[in-house]
């Protein structure tokens, strides 16, 4: 398995892994991103607005999987943190160590970034990520929870007087 930064050239597929990740999460009627989306906010921005890394096989380009993260430059340890913001490995490539190697290759690039965590969000009901996580040396935060205000809600608060 070879894990690798994604580039300009893997947008269709790194598309289409993101589109499977919304699928089997069940967003895929919400799913806004484009092959423009890609190209302009990963690999046309400076500093790029996201980072992608891609698993396949030596003897096959195909991609198998796909880990996307950001840094939050500044945060209460005084040092970034890695920011997982999605994860994904197709049914082909599953049993084969990508997720595993993505997830080392994050920390490799968290740890020469200098980053005081990684932190990453998975839904409640995906027990088998959760497992995987764990198996990894990740923790659940049981102190903090997420919130979030959609566009609706934020137009929202922005008229309130």
């Known amino acids: 398995m070879v894990i690798r930064p994604a580039t300009e050239r893997d947008i269709p597929q790194l598309l289409e892994l993101m589109k499977g990740l919304a699928r089997f999460e069940e967003y895929i009627d919400s799913f806004g991103v484009t092959e423009r989306h890609l ?18 096989t030596e003897d096959n380009r195909t991609l198998s999987g796909m880990l996307v993260y950001y840094f939050v430059p500044f945060t209460a340890l005084g040092r970034p ?34 980053c005081g965590s990684m932190k990453w969000q998975v839904a409640d009901w995906n027990l088998d990520a959760k497992r995987f996580y764990e198996r990894l040396g990740a923790k659940a935060n049981p102190v903090w929870v997420d919130f979030i205000m959609n566009a609706e809600a934020i137009a929202a608060l922005d008229r309130a007087p």
């Open 81 to 114: 943190t890695l920011y997982i913001k999605e994860v994904y490995v197709a049914e082909p490539g599953r049993s084969k160590g990508a997720g595993t190697l993505l997830m080392k290759s994050a920390a490799r690039i968290a740890h020469d970034h200098g």
């Open 39 to 56: 190209l302009e906010q990963g690999f046309r921005t400076t500093p790029p607005d996201f980072h992608a890394l891609v698993a396949h």
